[in-house]
């Protein structure tokens, strides 16, 4: 977060969620072979 921080307007929103499934377009790999 102090990062990403400067205190002004514009500073916006981080959303974290969970994920369920991954799939790497490219090679087709899913799962965590796609991470």
Request: net charge positive; proline share 0%.
């Amino acid at each position: 977060r102090k990062a990403a921080q400067t205190g002004r307007i514009g500073d916006g929103k981080i959303f974290v969620s969970n994920i369920e499934e991954v799939v790497r377009i490219r090679t087709g790999e899913t799962g965590i072979d796609a991470i």
